[in-house]
């Protein structure tokens, strides 16, 4: 009976270890954050995405695959962001779309350039929209963000599918982002026609036990509501990536595939 006591105590004892919390995540520092997630993202070299843009009632999603390195990110995904699918690959800081079958925009090449300042009808429409698409699921625009303009406002330990994560919440400064580093298509005239009605947004960050991302989620929500939604709505970005360093195939198209916009 005394054996069985001593058993049983040992188990309490060892459990009560087990249930003791978690240290907290390493970073207080916005920038060193950064600067470790972004080290980790080219380290590991490679990953398959997925993302979900919510604005009010529009929702939009996309899958692809990205290639990271020091001389910038290239990307190939499908989104559903006009309506239906397209295909877009940014290499070598280039965007491609592929044109939709049965549209009269292109010379009868499957592909063709598309640029913010572009002067082409289909550029002057979604050139802007498209290229900061491509650019958002880039891990990398948003820890500049970060690094720029954050302050990490919550962190904590946590699991996220199924791995151990550091999970941390960002706040960003808009008075601190340069104009090239609003988020989402935000240019700097639209900002400072709020009055200063909001001062920043949140973002979210998961990163895997090697400082890879795992999800990154930008909440433009305040900044909707300044521009004189109703309260409630909302706004977010959300990139989840998977099966870092695995393989992926990101090129550009053939040159003899790639046409002019022609249409009107």
Request: with cysteine; aromatic share 4%; hydrophobic share 40%.
């Amino acid at each position: 009976m005394r054996r069985t006591v001593v058993v049983l105590l040992l188990v309490v004892l060892a459990g009560g270890c087990d249930s003791e919390p978690a240290p907290p995540p390493p970073f207080t520092d916005a920038r060193a954050l950064a600067d470790a997630a972004a080290a980790g993202t080219t380290g590991a070299g490679s990953a398959k995405f997925s993302t979900d843009v919510a604005a009010g009632t529009i929702r939009s999603k996309g899958q692809g695959q990205a290639r990271f390195g020091p001389a910038g990110t290239s990307l190939a995904m499908t989104t559903d962001f006009v309506g239906e699918p397209l295909e877009l690959r940014l290499v070598d800081k280039t965007l491609y779309a592929k044109v939709p079958e049965g549209s009269q925009l292109g010379d009868g090449k499957p592909w063709v350039k598309v640029s913010p300042d572009g002067t082409d009808p289909f550029s002057q429409v979604l050139g802007g929209s498209l290229a900061q698409l491509a650019q958002q699921n880039d891990p990398a625009r948003t820890l500049d963000e970060i690094r720029s303009a954050g302050t990490i406002a919550a962190a904590e330990r946590t699991t996220f599918d199924g791995v151990g994560a550091e999970h941390y919440r960002v706040d960003i400064e808009l008075a601190k982002l340069g104009t090239a580093a609003l988020p989402a298509g935000l240019s700097a005239e639209a900002i400072g026609q709020l009055g200063g009605k909001v001062s920043g947004f949140p973002v979210e960050l998961w990163l895997d036990d090697t400082r890879r991302p795992l999800q990154i989620v930008v909440d433009l929500s305040p900044i909707l509501t300044a521009s004189g939604a109703p309260d409630g709505a909302s706004a977010r970005i959300t990139a989840h990536y998977t099966e870092w360093g695995g393989a992926v195939d990101v090129q550009a198209p053939p040159a003899d595939q790639v046409g002019q916009l022609t249409g009107g």
